[in-house]
């Protein structure tokens, strides 16, 4: 019999908090960290994104390490996991999962061997599992934007195989020049806030975060059971979902069956919602094949941008906050349904209590994944 995981700590570093409580009073206000830029290191034209001040980063770091020789995504890593060591310690039956899609790639812009080898995947996290001691070899995943909440679906299989008893997740990714210039050669950046699933929806914002869990076999202080995954590629295009949505269909249902529950137990979606014609539509289409389109729906990227691979597990964080505050959030930015199948986005913020939710998430390359939680009682 499978050992059942849970979640029993969440953490954020968000331009809307430096903490779960923040971050939710902020949405809950309808505060987006979304703001207009112009940087002209990074684009020549003003552009909309969603990026955490340097200074403000600055300050919550030197409270806690004196050493400041850390890039911007180490420290807004080492923020993100700090708090759970309060009460959690490393040792042989912990992991630590990195999960990242660009890591610390700006490091390439100083063409130097020593700089190269820092914006390796491998060796930012070596750098998180060396601060905070852990002895296990970490983990990277990197698969697009999926990366964030596929890292929760290992972490069970990992605990349930017995390989560990606990696994620490902590999920980034910051705006570089790299990726504003591959989004806008796709022209896929939205000249205004993004707007997911609306009609006049015209692509992604871009956004920068960290998010942490820890993931565990032990119920005590937990708030969530991760009760089944699934993950699916669809091998439809490098850059573009199925347009039938069938990747995210067979990753929901993989899901379910494994948590075993259908459609109609769901209470809550936090979906991708990139807000590009393509993510959307297909989310739309993959909602309505599994009966979901009745099920109150939301995407955050209206707050945060798309924080890529930080996005699912940043999300996977406010979900379960939704779940411990009994509050579902409007989906910022939407105004008129721009999808062929409806869906039941949520427009303004509401009392709910939550059982079980769905979390979803698809990338380039075709990838998709699904999880079910469920509160514990």
């Given at each position: 019999m499978n050992r059942t995981v849970y979640i029993s700590e969440t953490n954020c570093i968000t331009p809307l908090g430096f903490d779960v409580a923040n971050n939710i009073k902020n949405i809950e206000n309808g505060i987006s960290g979304i703001e207009k830029k112009l940087n002209r290191s990074l684009m020549e034209k003003p552009f909309y994104a969603a990026s955490i001040d340097e200074n403000d980063l600055e300050i919550a770091f030197t409270k806690i390490e004196s050493d400041s020789n850390f890039t911007k995504l180490e420290k807004m890593m080492i923020l993100a996991l700090h708090p759970?060591?309060?009460?959690?310690?490393?040792?042989?039956?912990?992991?630590?999962?990195?999960?990242?899609?660009?890591?610390?790639?700006?490091?390439?812009?100083?063409?130097?061997?020593?700089?190269?080898?820092?914006?390796?995947?491998?060796?930012?996290?070596?750098?998180?599992?060396?601060?905070?001691?852990?002895?296990?070899?970490?983990?990277?995943?990197?698969?697009?934007?999926?990366?964030?909440?596929?890292?929760?679906?290992?972490?069970?299989?990992?605990?349930?195989?017995?390989?560990?008893?606990?696994?620490?997740?902590?999920?980034?990714?910051?705006?570089?020049?790299?990726?504003?210039s591959g989004f806008n050669s796709f022209q896929a950046m939205s000249n205004l806030p993004c707007r997911p699933y609306s009609k006049n929806r015209d692509g992604v914002t871009l956004g920068e975060a960290a998010a942490a869990v820890l993931v565990t076999s032990n119920k005590e202080n937990a708030k969530v059971i991760i009760l089944g995954d699934g993950s699916i590629n669809d091998a439809n295009h490098i850059s573009g979902p199925s347009r039938t949505g069938e990747g995210?269909?067979?990753?929901?249902?993989?899901?379910?069956?494994?948590?075993?529950?259908?459609?109609?137990?769901?209470?809550?979606?936090?979906?991708?919602?990139?807000?590009?014609?393509?993510?959307?539509?297909?989310?739309?289409?993959?909602?309505?094949?599994?009966?979901?389109?009745?099920?109150?729906?939301?995407?955050?990227?209206?707050?945060?941008?798309?924080?890529?691979?930080?996005?699912?597990?940043?999300?996977?964080?406010?979900?379960?906050?939704?779940?411990?505050?009994?509050?579902?959030?409007?989906?910022?930015?939407?105004?008129?349904?721009?999808?062929?199948?409806?869906?039941?986005?949520?427009?303004?913020?509401?009392?709910k209590a939550i059982r079980y939710f769905l979390k979803t998430a698809s990338g380039f390359g075709g990838c998709n994944t699904a999880i079910v939680f469920k509160k514990v009682n």
């Amino acid at each position: 019999m499978n050992r059942t995981v849970y979640i029993s700590e969440t953490n954020c570093i968000t331009p809307l908090g430096f903490d779960v409580a923040n971050n939710i009073k902020n949405i809950e206000n309808g505060i987006s960290g979304i703001e207009k830029k112009l940087n002209r290191s990074l684009m020549e034209k003003p552009f909309y994104a969603a990026s955490i001040d340097e200074n403000d980063l600055e300050i919550a770091f030197t409270k806690i390490e004196s050493d400041s020789n850390f890039t911007k995504l180490e420290k807004m890593m080492i923020l993100a996991l700090h708090p759970m060591f309060k009460n959690h310690k490393v040792n042989s039956r912990t992991a630590l999962i990195v999960s990242t899609t660009k890591g610390n790639i700006t490091a390439l812009e100083k063409n130097s061997e020593l700089e190269f080898q820092k914006s390796t995947l491998y060796e930012l996290a070596k750098t998180i599992a060396d601060y905070f001691g852990f002895t296990c070899e970490p983990i990277v995943v990197s698969n697009a934007c999926v990366s964030g909440i596929l890292s929760v679906a290992v972490a069970k299989r990992i605990i349930q195989s017995k390989m560990y008893d606990q696994v620490f997740i902590v999920a980034g990714d910051t705006i570089s020049e790299f990726v504003i210039s591959g989004f806008n050669s796709f022209q896929a950046m939205s000249n205004l806030p993004c707007r997911p699933y609306s009609k006049n929806r015209d692509g992604v914002t871009l956004g920068e975060a960290a998010a942490a869990v820890l993931v565990t076999s032990n119920k005590e202080n937990a708030k969530v059971i991760i009760l089944g995954d699934g993950s699916i590629n669809d091998a439809n295009h490098i850059s573009g979902p199925s347009r039938t949505g069938e990747g995210l269909v067979r990753s929901i249902e993989s899901a379910f069956k494994e948590a075993n529950i259908d459609s109609n137990k769901i209470d809550y979606i936090s979906a991708h919602g990139t807000a590009t014609p393509f993510n959307d539509e297909m989310e739309a289409i993959a909602f309505n094949r599994l009966g979901l389109e009745y099920v109150p729906t939301n995407s955050l990227k209206g707050y945060y941008g798309h924080t890529l691979g930080a996005s699912g597990l940043l999300e996977t964080v406010i979900g379960i906050a939704s779940v411990e505050q009994k509050k579902i959030f409007k989906s910022l930015g939407f105004d008129e349904m721009g999808v062929s199948q409806d869906i039941a986005i949520i427009k303004i913020n509401e009392n709910k209590a939550i059982r079980y939710f769905l979390k979803t998430a698809s990338g380039f390359g075709g990838c998709n994944t699904a999880i079910v939680f469920k509160k514990v009682n």
